[in-house]
Structures are given as structure tokens and as C-alpha cells.
């Protein structure tokens, strides 16, 4: 398997991470993986219906996550879907006044998202649970994608603050979608790799990662 992308120690390979394993020599996994969601938006929109490969049950997370056990991870999730079962510790993303419309039905909106610790050798300053970033401006079913790149993007901000808390060495992230992670190691000087199924998405990751580091 040759890289897609391989540049100041980023490397991008074009695949499904079951089979491209590569990113096995990694020391930490952070990564937003399917898990179950089904995500759908029935108002179309700039990115379809926004289906999620391998997102109709958590099979893909947990197959990766034995491949990867029991080295440490941090990974996404939301409340409705069980927790991976060597989770040590959950963090909650507050995405702010988020502008998706959720369970009508109840007149709470759906704000916030799990992290999931997982693992040992995290460090840094000892902060709240609660991790306070706004959400990419748009929703998945808007006619114009706004300020997003995938549908379930998150703040480059907030990759940053969870990486900037990861163990030392190499940051693997095997669902890396449009490249966020990727971005947010480069921008903290640290070693790299990402798997995506879908090229578009690494075509996508490979600009944002050729724009140079961010000003943090």
C-alpha cells in the first residue's frame, strides 16, 4: 500500500482501515469512528444524505478497537450508542447553541457529545471534563456545506486540546474523514497517520494539510 498523502511526518493512506494497518504503529488513536448513529438528514442538502460508511452499528468501532487494544485512544461517541468497553473516563463536548434540531418531541436540543478515554499516559494541565468548543458553522442538510468539510466534522480548536493531552509519540487516526486530526497534530508538531475509505475525503485532507500550520 503507498501513501496517498506523505509530507512533515502526515501521512494519509486512501483504504479501509481493517485492511491498510499501517497506522497499527502509532502510539494514540484519536479519531471519530462510526458507531452506530446512522446518521441521516432527509433535507438533502450540500452533503446528501450524509450517510456514514459502516455507521449502521458499532461492528467497524469494535473491530478496530480490538486491533488496536490496549493501546490508548481517545474516540468520539454520543449517549444513545454503549460506550467501548475499555472506557476508563468520559468527556463531554459542549458544542454550544448547536443548530441541529434533534427529538422535537422534547424541548432540549442535542448540544453535546461523548469522548471516550481510553488507555493510560495522558498528561497536561488537570482542566474540566467539560470541553467547551462551538461547532462548525451549518448543518448537513443546509444547501451550501457553510464552513464544513464532512458532515460530522469537528473544531480543529478541540482536536487540538485533546491531542495537546495525548501520550507522546505518533497519533493514528483510522476514520479520518476530511483530515481534522491530521490538521490539528501538524499544528501541535506532532507525527501523523490517517485512513479514509472515501478519496474525496483524502483529496480534501491533503489541501487542508498543504496549507501550512495554523496560527494557534
Not at 63 to 69: G, N, P, S
Not at 134 to 151: E, K, L, N, S, W
Not at 159 to 186: E, N
Request: aromatic content about 8%; proline content about 6%; overall charge negative.
Amino acid at each position: 500500500m503507498s501513501a496517498y498523502y506523505d509530507e512533515d511526518g502526515i501521512t494519509i493512506y486512501h483504504g479501509d482501515c481493517r485492511e491498510v494497518l499501517e497506522w497499527l504503529e502509532a502510539d494514540v488513536v484519536v479519531t471519530d469512528p462510526p458507531y452506530g448513529m446512522g446518521l441521516r438528514s432527509s433535507r438533502g442538502g450540500a452533503f446528501g444524505e450524509s450517510a456514514i460508511e459502516g455507521d449502521d452499528d458499532c461492528a467497524v468501532r469494535n473491530h478496530v478497537l480490538r486491533m488496536w487494544e490496549p493501546k490508548p485512544a481517545l474516540m468520539f461517541g454520543r449517549w444513545s450508542v454503549p460506550r467501548p468497553p475499555a472506557t476508563r473516563m468520559v468527556l463531554t463536548w459542549d458544542k454550544g447553541e448547536h443548530v441541529g434540531m434533534g427529538d422535537l418531541a422534547t424541548p432540549w436540543k442535542p448540544n453535546t457529545e461523548e469522548v471516550y478515554v481510553i488507555g493510560t499516559g495522558f498528561a497536561g494541565h488537570r482542566g474540566s471534563s467539560v470541553l467547551r468548543y462551538h461547532a462548525i458553522a451549518g448543518t448537513v442538510g443546509q444547501a451550501a456545506r457553510g464552513d464544513r468539510f464532512h458532515p460530522t466534522e469537528k473544531p480543529v480548536d478541540l482536536m487540538r486540546d485533546l491531542i495537546g493531552k495525548c501520550p507522546q509519540g505518533v497519533i493514528a487516526d483510522p476514520f479520518m474523514g476530511s483530515g481534522t486530526t491530521l490538521r490539528a497534530a501538524a499544528d501541535l508538531g506532532r507525527r501523523a497517520i490517517g485512513v479514509e475509505f472515501r478519496e474525496d475525503y483524502c483529496e480534501i485532507a491533503a489541501r487542508r494539510l498543504a496549507q501550512g500550520v495554523l496560527a494557534l
